[in-house]
């Protein structure tokens, strides 16, 4: 007779969406040595759904397989759900559409709702899987920022251990129970996960290598050490060691921002900062970053915080105190 091996979670939820039936295939529920496994509960998820704080994007699933060997899925229909895996190490594959992808350590993929996809350890070397089954109308723009075809990404070092980090903590607060609290603090630590895979990932910064990225990482640290020079564009440049069009594309694409407008609104942030909680005066702030014209530093502050100077000091001045 045939048979086919699923995952607790696929066999929870096959009898959701069958009913029960037992007039299926022959099925093997696998089981791997010390997986953590949460399954919201439908009520809980309609009331996430509810509730504005979490409402644009929550769990509904998470957990965590370590060398899951035999670990195979199939969803004909898709589900609910979009689900991301996150391979920690060893291997796999993902089939969404026509397209298999082979998935390696230290790589991500999204699959969108509703859409038929297949995905499977590896024989030979099992991936070791964090995962999250999630929805809300947010959840479709993080898939959206993978290609369409072929939605993997790449994870640093560092990344990934504040991810695992991030998914122990959740696992912590779930075991726990299932109180409204700590779903909410579950499903806003996820979106903490998100972040970190999609803006605080160097792997993953669409067509920037890694040391690239380094390099306007470095890049930046100098403006922050020399805030109270002057720079023209070339000068940056030459210290990344990069010709101007170069540096110029990779800082804007790393960061949104040309190199020179990113320096000014640094200086800027800091103006901000001694403009409320010291009692420095306008000129003694714009001297202590670098303009010697008062006026024309006034000019850059309000072009940046739509605000004088003295306008944002008379409304904030140790506001935060």
Known sequence: ????????????CFLCYTGGMTKIPDIIVRSFANEKLFVIPPSLRNKLAKLPIVSPMYITDKGYYPEAFGHYSNRPCGCDEYIINICVSGKGWFELGNNETQVREGQFFIL????PHRYASDTESPWTLYWTHFKGVNAQ????????RNPLANIDGQTMETVTQLYEHCFGCLE???????????????NQILSYL???????????????FRVIEGSINYMRLNIVQQFELHQFADQANMSIAHYSRVFKAQ??????????KLK????????????????QVALALGYEDQFYFSRIFRKVMSVSPSQYQQKNQYAEQ
């Open 141 to 148: 723009h993080y898939f959206q920022q993978l290609p369409d």
């Open 1 to 12: 007779m045939d048979y086919i091996i699923i995952s607790i979670l696929d066999f929870v």
């Open 112 to 115: 969108p709702a509703n859409r």
């Open 176 to 190: 726990t129970g299932f109180s409204i609290r700590n779903l909410i603090h579950a499903s806003t630590t996820f």
């Open 268 to 283: 800027i942030q800091i103006a901000c900062r001694l403009l409320t909680t010291t009692d420095k005066s306008i000129r």
């Open 198 to 212: 999609f803006f605080h990932n160097p792997s993953y910064v669409q067509g920037i290598s890694i040391p690239q």
């Open 255 to 264: 960061t949104g921002s040309s190199p020179i407008n990113y320096f000014i």
